[in-house]
């Protein structure tokens, strides 16, 4: 009786003791939580402030602009990359509520490059004298839309400043206004205008390439969450079984095809005939009777672009400029459509006017070859007006103009006005190295490009 009375003794010692160091381990691991926690907000906060005073800041320095005709300071440039780091950081101390609330409907990234981009086209039209009101529309926008964003951000600030702990930073709040900076650069920079370029319903997308593929709409499903950019340059589309590709949700064009491999091959196609094929389906996909220069390639060129199946498939491969009378398509890096015609079946193989990366022709249309451009103003005009852009401080970026020469007269796609334009291309000591004169109205112009 006396071991049995000692042993209940000690396992009620053992009990206080376990429950007491429960009790020490509770209160550690709430005190361990809270100063995480705590930590966790004070660098959220912090994060706040600091994109609070860059908005400021940048606010302030936007707002001078139009005393500096539009000149774009380094120092814009260097706050919209710490506001890029500061949105990392605020988003690494997130708390689980303020996480869930970001997801894949929010943005919470300022698009810098199309932010700037806007700004040096104001610069240039303005240097020009070719403002618009489509200018003074977007400037003014942009500017009403940072103070927004610094207007947010500040009431953010205050937030954690009130009640540090409790405070819940409004994610889809921010991300409005950054979208907002974000849609109205983009429509700008890649179409001149104010409004937002708005894209087809998914109807009208799949009629449009049901017209370009000579297939039924029914059997075409379209991605539209697997788009490669926030502005959906381009929607996946499939066909089941037989193809998949590319199309621009702002022209419809079909900007990619890859077909899968046939069988039962029934003819050797020449060339010259498959050539014509090419030729035949461009016309096609455009809608009417146009001229292309077209550059044979051999059999399989470049099958990186190629996803036609089996590696036996043998595909006549081309190149094609577009031309409109004498005047091709000059847009940098990319003015070359591929298409493959497969040799066994005289079948389109495969067909893309973007690359991976270069996403510039999701704006092209048939209007190229519709448009009448007049030739004004002569390529040694043209070259004297060089001289004049770097008297005037167009062309700070641009060393030994002296040294440019006239490569071609062509057509792109104008970053300046959002529409076709009749260029002189000149060429400096690097191939890239490439300037514009506009060949109607004498003015530096820039083509669009979206990488």
């Given amino acids: 009786m006396f071991r049995i009375a000692r042993w209940l003794k000690n396992s009620k010692r053992v009990k206080k003791i376990f429950l007491y ?32 005073h860059i908005s400021r800041l940048t606010y302030e320095d936007f707002s001078r602009m139009e005393q500096r005709e539009f000149g774009v300071p380094y ?26 609330k970001n997801d894949l409907n929010t943005n919470l990234y300022l698009n810098g490059r199309y932010f700037i981009e806007g700004l040096s086209i104001l610069e ?49 709040n921010l ?25 087809m319903s998914q109807e009208k997308m799949k009629e449009m390439i049901a017209r370009q593929v000579s297939k039924s709409a029914k059997e075409i499903r379209i991605d539209i969450q697997n788009t490669s950019d926030e502005f959906r340059s381009e ?7 037989e193809m998949h590709g590319e199309v621009s949700p702002y022209t419809g064009l079909v900007t990619k095809i890859n077909y899968n491999s046939r069988e039962n091959p029934t ?35 470049n099958r990186s672009y190629s996803g036609s199946g089996a590696p036996n498939i043998q595909l006549h491969s081309f190149y094609a400029v577009p031309l409109n009378g004498e005047y091709p398509y000059l847009q940098p890096f990319h003015n070359q459509f591929g298409i493959y015609i497969d040799k066994h079946t005289g ?54 103009i002296e040294k440019y020469s006239f490569n ?19 060429r400096g000591m690097n191939k890239s190295d490439l300037l514009f004169v506009n060949a109607t109205d004498g003015y530096l112009d820039q083509p669009y490009e979206d990488f």
């Fill in 347 to 400: 079948e389109i193989g495969d067909f893309h006017i973007t690359s991976i990366r270069n996403k510039t022709n999701n704006f092209f249309s048939n209007e190229f070859f519709t448009r009448d451009f007049k030739l004004n103003v002569s390529k040694e005009e043209a070259a004297k007006k060089l001289k004049l852009f770097k008297e005037k401080g167009l062309l700070e970026q641009h060393n030994n």
């Fill in 235 to 241: 929607y996946d589309f499939e066909i089941d079984g």
């Fill in 175 to 199: 991300s409005e206004q950054i979208e907002a900076i974000n849609r109205l650069s983009y429509s700008y920079v890649s179409n001149h205008q104010v409004s937002e370029v708005k894209t």
């Fill in 21 to 52: 160091g429960l009790f020490v381990f509770l209160i550690f691991s709430l005190w361990f939580s809270y100063s995480v926690y705590k930590q966790q907000r004070w660098n959220a906060h912090y994060a706040v402030n600091e994109m609070y």
């Fill in 75 to 100: 120092s814009l440039q260097k706050r919209l990359h710490n506001l890029f780091e500061e949105t990392q950081q605020l988003k690494r101390h997130f708390n689980f509520y303020e996480e869930n």
């Fill in 124 to 172: 240039l039209r303005h240097k020009q004298d070719l403002w618009s009101q489509t200018d003074r529309k977007y400037y003014d926008k942009l500017l009403t839309y940072v103070k927004n964003l610094s207007n947010v951000l500040k009431k953010e600030k205050e937030g954690f400043e009130s009640t540090p702990l409790f405070a819940i930073f409004n994610v889809n």
């Fill in 408 to 426: 071609n007269t062509g057509i792109i796609y104008s970053q300046l006005s959002g529409e076709f334009e009749l260029v002189h291309e000149f």
């Fill in 267 to 301: 003819q050797d196609l020449s060339k010259e005939d498959a050539e014509k094929s090419a030729v035949a389906f461009l016309n096609h996909i455009f809608e009417g009777d146009y001229n292309y220069k077209i550059t044979y390639n051999g059999i399989n060129h």
